[in-house]
């Protein structure tokens, strides 16, 4: 099958086959976020996922693990995952678990009902966007939830018996609240349990509404410094168990590992990490250029009149 758009998933479901559902991101307003914004979002027709599946078994393939791309598959009706499941499971019985990208809304709009008949059909793991713990950074960010309405879609989703992964973002809640926000993630992670957390930390992309805001002063970037900073009071925070990987791509700094039992371990990466850089000036992760759509990101405004 031909990919449109960008290949970004959690590290650990690097094994998984991908198998894209949908094009893009059915909501797409994420301020920072700019992995989808050049696309229409639309569903792919059953006749292109089902060629797929074909395609793969053709080629010898029976994974044990698959991964529906892309932005948010969880958004996708209940009636029509269901039929997706029913189809992977017929190609390939072998198959132990099916994940996705989810958002708290597309948890919302699901019965409990729903989310119990999903995870019967092999649903797992639910990788979230919750990006910050503090409420006034979601709503600037355009996140479509608020911190009540993640907690109470967590409870919900793990009630039924599904896997909750939290993706979260140093970097941002802009410069100088990278400590209060580690702390407000800290609670959240701490109350919510999730069995993995991925830190994707905040990149700085040209092409996003973001760059408005900085451009005008109405957001002042962190920079990396200040990223490792929070990203190291977080980890000393989390108290319970869980699979952490960070990612500051920009400065090509990695920290993984098995909370609290690695924290040590983690935080002294960091340490070294945050000492080389105290030396330096500011280093900010700004990207520019980079859509794979430049016609159209070339012209700031098209972009973000959206
Ligand atoms: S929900 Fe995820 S993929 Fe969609 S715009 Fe927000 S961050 Fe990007």
Not at 22 to 47: A, D, I, Q, W
Not at 54 to 81: C, I, M, Q, Y
Not at 141 to 164: N, P, S, T
Request: glycine share 8%; proline share 4%.
């Amino acid at each position: 099958m031909d990919y449109e758009g960008q290949i970004c998933r959690a590290p650990m479901e690097r094994s998984a086959f991908m198998l894209p559902v949908m094009v893009g991101c059915s909501y797409n307003r994420c301020k920072f976020c700019n992995l989808f914004r050049h696309l229409t979002y639309r569903e792919l027709p059953m006749e292109r996922i089902e060629g797929e599946l074909e395609r793969v078994r053709r080629a010898g393939g029976s994974p044990k693990r698959v991964f529906l791309g892309d932005g948010n598959a969880f958004g996708l009706k209940t009636e029509r995952l269901l039929q997706i499941l029913e189809r992977i499971h017929a190609y390939f019985p072998e198959c132990m678990c099916i994940n996705m990208d989810a958002t708290v809304t597309s948890i919302r709009k699901k019965s409990d009902r729903e989310l119990k008949l999903l995870y019967d059909s092999g649903v797992r793991h639910l990788y979230l966007g919750i990006e910050s713990g503090l409420d006034d950074v979601l709503s600037f960010m355009e996140k479509d939830h608020d911190l009540l309405q993640a907690y109470e879609a967590v409870e919900r989703l793990q009630k039924a018996g599904l896997i909750y992964d939290a993706h979260i973002m140093t970097g941002v809640a802009g410069k100088g609240r990278g400590q209060e926000n580690a702390k407000a993630l800290a609670e959240f992670l701490n109350r919510t349990g999730p069995a993995h957390v991925v830190n994707f930390s905040m990149f700085l992309h040209k092409e996003v509404p973001l760059y408005r805001h900085i451009a005008d002063g109405t957001y002042i970037p962190a920079d990396e410094l200040e990223n490792l900073k929070e990203e190291r009071t977080l980890l000393k925070l989390i108290k319970t168990e869980l699979l952490y990987d960070g990612f500051h791509d920009y400065i090509e700094v990695r920290v993984r590992g098995r909370l609290p039992v690695d924290q040590e371990k983690m935080a002294g990466k960091l340490d070294r990490v945050i000492s080389e850089y105290e030396g330096r000036g500011p280093v900010y992760s700004y990207v520019q250029g980079e859509c794979p759509d430049l016609e159209r990101c070339g012209d700031l405004e098209k972009v973000w009149n959206i």
